[in-house]
């Protein structure tokens, strides 16, 4: 009789020390990060990326320099929320074809899918992986600067570590804008039907791994209690979904452009 007791007091004590250990992890972190180009795609490009996680709210801010001026720069978290897969910032080895760029299909078996789009406002979801109309551009002396707090999947902020940020879009023969001389078109772009985009528009211009942050203790994902919380955002990710957005973005970039040129 006495031993029921016991247990069912220590039942709900335990609960209540999960709970307690579950916020804890989950509390107002903040930790900072080195965005650089790993790739050695000669960018020029290096952030500084500090991310603030208040349970499943992310604070994202990013300061960098070295961008191509007045143009957007599509910026993505990459990689999985799933701890077994384990994906990194790209080397200079991933240049399978020896062009000296590693492009965005040289890249992404190592730094894996969009997970998150870092768009200035509205989705952020990989469907907005090539939404250029609504990410960050690089003022006139190539200085880019992004802040947004971002509502995440429940239980996905604990989980941040797995990630790492991906910045593209470089100016590889110093003209100041995106062009086709330098580069040719983005094949990447093309593969998804969107014809007339510049491969300097999508190539990846800095990396940084979450799980290097230098300031701080990256999440722990010790609330690891279950994996249904995040599978909306891990399912979002691939190909189908992101592949008809990514195209129906470049095809508004490339309407934007033509008009820019025109006016
Ligand atoms: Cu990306």
Known sequence: MRRTTKLALAAPAACAMLLASATGAMADESYTMKLTDTMGNKSGSTSTATLTIDGDNLTV??????????????????GSFTEAKKFMCPGPDQDKDGDGQVNVEEGVPMYGDVVLSLTTEGDTSPKSGLAIERMPKADAQGNLSYRRTIALPAGAGAKLRNLHIVQHGLDANGNDKYDMEALGESSFAKSLGVNGIPEEATNPATCGMVSAASVGNPPSGGVDTGNGSTEGVEAAVPIGLGVVALGAAGRAWMVRRRTGDES
């Open 61 to 78: 801010d990013i300061k960098g320099k070295g961008f191509t001026p007045n143009s957007p720069h599509a910026q993505h978290f990459h």
